[in-house]
């Protein structure tokens, strides 16, 4: 298969292809979907051990004098809270507390961060950092020869150590969460985007097809970006794009967590704007929704409340628990029950807080 002129295609691209996979358009670039069975290879990730080419994602270093006092201004969580190797989920925002993306933050030294944002929002956040430098002495580089996969699932810890350059292994071992390790141009966290226990490394690009081999070796399953949806949102966690983008604020899309409003004197972007929204309140806000009964929860679909109606940002049919379920942003008032529009019928569906799974058990 050749990647069309239009989109992009990662270092693992001849693996997939040769794996078999089947290849679909995702955010500009040619990405597996899956190698067979998307429903296996998500029970895979949830009991066991699977791999995602995650070499999309963009991978930005922020150094010089001022890269601290610049992301203490770009980043709505706080940067000083980190240790050396340590990483925080935070997003960007504009002037109104939209969210121009969300990311991870990781403090390699006192001078040097590193950010992993998203795929398919690459080109407008690369201008919003540099759109953000001010007089800020700081060097925002995009590292594009590098590769990046997600190791994940609960038999992880016990299979992949002792494929990693022999200098990181007992440093990996270690880690804790939002934890990172590096050697020479290897980097570790142990982080995702499944609510299962992992790693995401980052290396060059040229070492990838070689490392990408020796995880199949040791019993590890690619997978592709079917299974790493359906794991995400059993987890609770936002997609950009589909349950926040630039005109909803974290304090609509539960990540109110991910906003430090300490020290009050921390003038970040967006800050007035969520402080206002803080003392008026959010007339909408995100929740995970489990049907009740037979059927499959989509994106787009109306939810009909006594307070108003809503609208379904991430649904699908969960394989862990069988049955839909779904993240939506509804009227704030509403508690515990509304019900969902499908084919033209009202379906109940019962309110929750995110996550629906954990480390492959029932949160609900």
């Known amino acids: 298969m050749n990647v069309t002129s239009t989109l992009q295609a990662t270092p693992l691209h001849a693996c997939h292809v040769e794996a078999g996979a089947r290849m679909v358009p995702f955010g500009g670039w040619d990405m597996p979907l899956h190698y067979g ?39 709505a969580n706080n940067i000083d809270r980190l240790a050396p190797l340590q990483g925080l989920y935070t997003c960007m925002l504009n002037a109104a507390g939209g969210v121009v993306d969300d990311l991870i933050a990781f403090k390699l030294t006192p001078t040097h961060y590193r950010l992993v944002v998203n795929a398919a929002t690459r080109a407008k956040d690369l201008a ?28 992880v810890a016990a299979r992949i150590p002792d494929i990693f350059p022999t200098a990181m292994q007992e440093n990996i071992a270690a880690l804790k969460p939002f934890h990172a390790t590096h050697h020479a141009d290897w980097f570790v966290s ?22 990408w081999r020796k995880l199949q070796a040791a ?34 899309a539960n990540l109110s967590w991910t906003v430090a409003f300490n020290p009050a004197d921390r003038d970040f972007v967006g ?21 009740q009964g037979t059927g499959v929860l989509r994106h787009g679909q109306k939810v009909v409340t006594s307070a108003g109606v809503g609208e379904i940002t991430s649904g699908g049919f969960s394989p862990t628990l069988s049955i839909g379920i779904a993240l939506a942003r509804i009227p704030s008032a509403v508690i515990e029950k ?24 029932k949160q609900f």
């Open 128 to 155: 919003w950092l540099q759109q953000q430098l001010a007089h800020y002495k700081v060097n925002v580089h995009h590292q594009d020869q590098v590769a990046m996969l997600a190791v994940q699932g609960p038999a």
């Open 190 to 211: 142990r982080t995702g985007y499944t609510g299962e226990e992992g790693f995401e490394i980052i290396l060059p690009a040229e070492q990838a097809p070689d490392f």
């Open 271 to 291: 800050r007035a704007a969520l402080e206002k929204l803080k003392q008026t309140g959010v007339s909408h806000k995100l929740v995970g929704l489990v049907l």
């Open 338 to 361: 509304c019900e969902v529009e499908v084919r033209g019928k009202l379906l109940p569906v019962h309110i929750i807080k995110p996550p629906f799974v954990r480390h492959g058990k």
């Open 37 to 75: 069975s998307q429903l296996k290879e998500h029970h895979t990730v949830r009991t066991a051990a699977g791999v995602f080419d995650v070499s999309h994602m963009t991978v930005v270093d922020v150094t010089g004098v001022d890269a601290p006092a610049y992301l203490r201004h770009l980043l």
């Open 219 to 252: 019993d590890i399953a690619p997978c592709g970006l079917g299974a790493r949806d359906t794991l995400r949102l059993e987890a609770g966690l936002n997609l950009y794009g589909q349950d926040m983008d630039e005109t909803v604020t974290p304090l609509e």
